[in-house]
């Protein structure tokens, strides 16, 4: 009987081609033995619902993985679009790692779907400022996915993701839930928790929380044209992914 290899950082750092990993000083081997599987079987079930090969998971090893490193008051995760990292605190908990794979997507298509895709870098955010969008069918579906989570059905409005979002601002005076890269990672959320991972450590929230109970996730027949959107755009990428690599193979 072959002798299975326990899941650690390194298993997940050459299964999904990280460009590297990193762990906090402060965090145990205890705590890094346990969280490491829990970050494999995320990476995985997301794997899956994208319909696509280990290399979108790492963004063709331009992603970086920080775990129990820096971190701010209050943040579980963020994403840092300065080193392209994607960063859980030690006490994360589950849930937060969808939310950050969204932003990392969003700024890696920026500008592989745009020619200028602005100081921010974000895709979502250069579709709303009609940056120039580079012609390609995926670039559309991509373009598709933006319009269905920032706008109305006919397109001439902002969405009620948008408004129940820039509700929420307004009464914490902040800028921050109605901000394009925000609105797009919580839809990206919604639409991986509705394809029911097998935990909770990759999404949780969407569908019952303090926040998807103020609107500030996407609710009803906007969701599910979201979801439809994504399920498209993703599985003609995870094709034309899976053909690339049979040729290069």
């Known amino acids: 009987m072959t002798e299975q290899i326990p899941i650690s950082f390194v ?3 050459r299964r999904f081609d990280f460009r590297s990993i990193e762990v906090g000083r402060w965090v145990t081997a205890q705590e890094r033995d346990r969280a490491a599987p ?23 090893s331009t992603l970086g993985l920080q775990y129990g490193i820096g971190g701010r008051p209050g943040v ?27 932003h990392a997507f969003d700024h890696y298509m920026g500008s592989k779907a745009f020619r200028n895709s602005g100081k921010h870098g974000f895709a979502s955010v250069a579709w709303l400022n009609s940056a120039d969008q580079k012609e390609h069918s995926l670039n559309n579906q991509l373009s598709n996915c933006f319009r269905t989570i920032l ?26 839930y109605a901000q394009p890269e925000e609105l797009c990672a919580r839809a990206f959320e919604a639409f ?58």
């Open 151 to 176: 706008l109305n059905e006919d397109g001439t409005q902002p969405s009620d993701l948008f408004r129940c979002s820039q509700q929420a601002d307004k009464q914490r005076d902040v800028l921050y």
């Open 11 to 13: 298993v997940v750092r």
């Open 76 to 102: 579980a995760a963020h994403y840092i679009p300065a080193t392209r990292q994607l960063a859980l605190a030690k006490n994360a908990g589950a849930g937060s790692l969808a939310h950050e794979s969204g």
């Open 192 to 249: 991986v928790e509705d394809s029911e991972p097998t935990n909770s450590f990759l999404v949780r929230g969407t569908l019952d929380s303090e926040e998807a109970r103020a609107g500030l996730y996407p609710q009803g027949r906007q969701r599910q044209e979201i979801n439809d959107a994504f399920g498209q755009y993703f599985e003609n990428l995870g094709r034309a992914l899976f053909r690339e690599q049979a040729k290069a193979g």
């Open 38 to 60: 829990r970050f494999h079987q995320a990476l995985s079930d997301l794997m899956t619902i994208l319909r696509a090969p280990e290399n979108l998971i790492s963004l063709r």
